[in-house]
Each structure stands twice: as C-alpha cells, then as structure tokens.
C-alpha cells in the first residue's frame, strides 16, 4: 500500500449530489440496508451489481461489485462508521486496484431530511489519492452518482407498489408470410450474425451485450440500454429445435434489476408456395404489477416487421 508521502492528493477532491425522492426516510434510508436493496441501484447507467455484502450496523462492511458492459468487475470496499436511523450514513470506501492495492479511498457522508413532499438525500464524498489513476476516476465521479442516484429512483418507484406478488397472464399467436424460402428465415432466427442485423439495437437502443448458442440445452442473451438509461434485458433456453421447422423457447425480461416477465415461445415455419409461413405463439406470465396491456404482442409484430426488412435485403 502506498504510504503518506505517496498519495497523490489528501482530502483535496470533494464531491456533493443531493436528490429528492418521492418516497419516506425510512424507504429511502432503507434503500441503503441490505445488499438485496443496494444490488437493485448501486452502479451508474449500464452496470449490474453481481455481488454485494452489507452489515447494516457501525464497523459493518460495505463492499460492492459494479459490472461494467464489457465484463470487467470493479469492487468498492468499505464499512460503516455511522448509521443514524434514519437520517444519516457514514461510510468510508475504498477503490483497489487488479492488483489489490488501493487507488482511492471516499469518505462518504449521507444525510436524510424530510421536505418538498418526501425525501432529500444528500451524498458528500472527501477522497483522498493513492495512485495516479484515480484522478481520471474522481473526476468521473460525479457523473457516475447522477446516473447512480437516478437508479435510485427507479427502484424506489418500484417500492411504492403494493408489497403482494401477482402474475398476469397473456397469449398470443402471429402469423406472417415471406417470400423466401425456409432455410433463409430459419437463419434469419438462428445465425447469430444475422439476427443481430434486426434483434435489438434501433429505436435508440444500444446494445452492451449479446450472445447465442441456438440448440437443445442453449441460451441466449441480449442487453441493451434505451436512451432513457434503463437497460433491459432478454435471458431465453431453447428446449426444441428442429432445423428448417421449429424452436421452442423459454424467456425472461428485466429492466434494470427488475425481472418483468417470463415466457414460453414456440416459432414454426411452413412451407407455403414458393415461399415461408412462420407462426409465433407465445405465453407470458407477467409479474409484480409489471402491466403489459398487450405490449408484448406489439412488440414481436414489429420484430417480424424487421424480419421481412432483412430479408428483402
């Protein structure tokens, strides 16, 4: 660990955001309590939180793990030095390096005041240098609690729903002709080149992950962020797949933290005329209040649309 007269710079970087949230102290406080809440919104605009462990008590730890887009794991190691219900944290934290050792320590001071219809959060960080790369990831520091604090509040409005766990239920099947023949739409569906040329990533979606292992046993997996910051993402296992005929598939989607649903789907193709008959059919559970109002359906015609605009091509 590098010594005293190795820092960088001692306490001379300071940051401050503040926000306020349409929801209690006590919610907002709590959103700090657990790891299950902290894993919900504890990262800026792309990340997950894979792993967290927080002891919610005065020398209790505070360490999480961010997981950028392309993979790579960033822990931030701390523990609590207050913890005033619910109106303050004190938490000092630490960045380390690959190799273990730190690049910056943030001594991290959180105030909870009631006002302007709820909640106002103020996060005030004094951070203290080891290693000259830090300075590129302070100076980041305050756009990353911006996108941070704005998670924040995405999960608190999922707090304000009832607590009670419900399930909708909703069918549907599609039908749709192509001009080409089967084995062109069957790789349309299972070439994973080829589906990315129209599965996700338009309507100002940015893909930040995909992959696809399209056979009996198989997953696939896309996540994409919308320009509204939220980042969903579809998690499906093929269990049937018949070349030039069939996939049968199970899917789950999220966004954010928050799984919104999960699916069985079943597409066909049929030989009609010189060209292809596929049929989608699809049953989704959706979850928690998730209200899809048909959405779903929608959704799929517009893919099929993007389908029949990559086979012309």
Same mark, same amino acid.
């Not at 399930?167 to 589906?195: C, L, M, N, Y």
């Not at 049929?270 to 049953?283: C, I, N, P, R, Y």
């Given at each position: 660990?590098?010594? *005293? ?12 955001? !503040? ?10 406080? *709590? ?10 919104? %504890? ?7 894979? /792993? ?14 961010? =997981? ?34 730190? $690049?910056?320590?943030? /001594? ?24 000259? @790369? ?17 998670? @924040? ?17 909703? !069918? %549907? ?72 005929? =069939? $996939? ?6 999220? +966004? ?7 699916? @069985?789907?079943? @597409? ?12 989608? !059919?699809?049953?989704?559970?959706? +979850? ?15 893919? +099929? ?5 990559? $086979?012309?091509?």
């Amino acid at each position: 660990m590098a010594m *005293a007269n190795d820092t960088v710079a001692t306490r001379q970087h300071q940051l401050k955001v !503040s926000r306020v949230f349409p929801a209690s102290r006590e919610q907002v406080f *709590a959103a700090w309590s657990s790891a299950e809440h902290v894993k919900h919104w %504890f990262c800026p605009q792309g990340f997950t939180v894979p /792993h967290a462990t927080v002891e919610f008590h005065p020398g209790g730890a505070f360490d999480v793990c961010m =997981r950028a887009p392309d993979g790579q794991e960033h822990w931030t190691r701390g523990h609590f030095l207050e913890v005033v219900p619910p109106a303050r944290l004190v938490i000092d934290m630490t960045v380390p390096g690959a190799d273990g050792e730190p $690049l910056f320590s943030a /001594h991290t001071t959180v105030v909870f005041t009631s006002g302007c219809g709820g909640t106002h959060m103020e996060v005030e960080q004094a951070y203290t240098l080891f290693h000259p @790369l830090a300075e590129q990831m302070v100076k980041g520091a305050q756009m990353g609690w911006e996108q941070t604090l704005d998670r @924040l509040g995405r999960a608190l409005e999922y707090t304000q729903q009832p607590a009670a766990h419900s399930v909708v239920h909703g !069918s %549907f099947r599609i039908e749709r002709h192509f001009d080409v023949p089967r084995e062109r739409v069957w790789s349309a569906f299972t070439d994973q080149e080829a589906k990315a040329r129209w599965f996700g990533g338009g309507n100002g979606q940015t893909i930040l992950a995909r992959t696809a292992d399209i056979r009996p046993g198989g997953r696939e997996h896309v996540q994409g962020r919308w320009g509204s910051g939220t980042v969903s993402t579809f998690d499906a296992v093929y269990f049937d797949v018949v070349p030039n005929e =069939r $996939l049968v598939y199970s899917y789950e989607m999220h +966004l954010d933290q928050r799984k919104i649903s999960v699916s @069985l789907a079943t @597409l066909e193709l049929k030989q009609d005329g010189a060209g292809t008959l596929v049929v989608m !059919s699809e049953h989704g559970a959706f +979850l928690d209040g998730y209200d899809d109002a048909g959405s779903r359906e929608r959704g799929t015609n517009l893919l +099929l649309d993007a389908v029949g605009q990559y $086979l012309k091509g």
